[in-house]
């Protein structure tokens, strides 16, 4: 009795000097099985706005997935899990970013380093081959480099991230992706035939350019705005590509084609709402 006394005090002891943090006690958790959260992020910056966030904020994010035992995968693990030809482990996660800014390379792959995670980009090509816009676009040498280092980068469209006049008056816009547009030059709108040869010849373009900069082997889509058709979904399809990011929030299970993607990218999403939105869906 006294030894089994004595062995208890140590144990206690033992359990007042070298405390279990709550960071290991929720890294040991199991949330949700054979499912997977993706985020979704756009730009980094000092100054807050809109979809872009401080470093700061974006780091708060990164070390509650560490802490709180999430397990952040590749897209291309993902993708190999949504067509039933893979696993993933619990708690797990995909980290995406849309539109190709420099700021990726910037503020976030320092800070994802320091956790050992990995994240997909969704680029708009002619932004990266032009760099004809106020915010610099990640170039293809960056792009190269950080695929060495285990990021991926796949389409958001080669220029069709933009919004389009729908009728002669112009009060009426829409996404240029999932729209048939006015044409001023001819004073009507766009034919079917018109729309299907623009369409494709943009897939065509961002993902011939994606194959030949980065010799990618896997083919995916961040619809821009999250609008899309089935037109749209067809079109790609015949060009190889398989899965399709949208914003709508979810979680992913195997077998879908089209992703769910959760918006963390808010100057509003502080470190509470940050877990409450990962909670939301498990």
Not at 4 to 17: C, E
Not at 106 to 132: E, R
Not at 191 to 201: D, G, P
Request: aromatic residues 12%; proline residues 3%.
């Amino acid at each position: 009795m006294k030894m089994k006394a004595i062995a208890l005090l140590l144990v206690i002891a033992l359990a007042v000097v070298w405390p279990v943090s709550s960071s290991q006690l929720n890294a040991s958790s199991s949330y949700y099985k054979n499912k997977v959260i993706v985020l979704m992020y756009h730009h980094i910056d000092t100054k807050e706005s809109g979809a872009t966030i401080s470093p700061g904020r974006f780091g708060t994010h990164m070390k509650l997935l560490k802490d709180y035992g999430y397990n952040v995968i590749s897209v291309e693990q993902f993708a190999d899990f949504m067509q039933k030809k893979g696993t993933v482990p619990d708690n797990a996660v995909v980290i995406t970013f849309d539109d190709g800014y420099e700021s990726f390379n910037q503020y976030a792959v320092p800070i994802m380093k320091k956790y050992d995670f990995v994240a997909t980009h969704f680029i708009i090509g002619a932004s990266s081959d032009k760099q004809n816009v106020s915010t610099k676009h990640l170039s293809w040498d960056t792009m190269r480099k950080l695929k060495e280092e285990g990021f991926s980068f796949y389409s958001h469209t080669y220029d069709l991230h933009k919004y389009a006049e729908l009728n002669e008056s112009g009060s009426k816009k829409g996404p240029m992706l999932s729209n048939r547009i006015y044409l001023k030059d001819k004073k009507r709108l766009e034919t079917k035939a018109e729309y299907t040869a623009r369409v494709t010849n943009d897939i065509s373009l961002i993902e011939g350019k994606l194959k030949d900069e980065l010799d990618n082997k896997y083919q995916m889509i961040a619809f821009p705005f999250g609008s899309f058709n089935s037109t749209v979904k067809k079109l790609q399809k015949e060009q190889g590509v398989s899965l399709f990011f949208t914003t709508r929030p979810g979680i992913n299970k195997a077998g879908s084609d089209e992703v769910f993607r959760i918006n963390a990218g808010s100057p509003k999403i502080t470190a509470n709402k940050f877990l409450e939105s990962l909670r939301k869906f498990h």
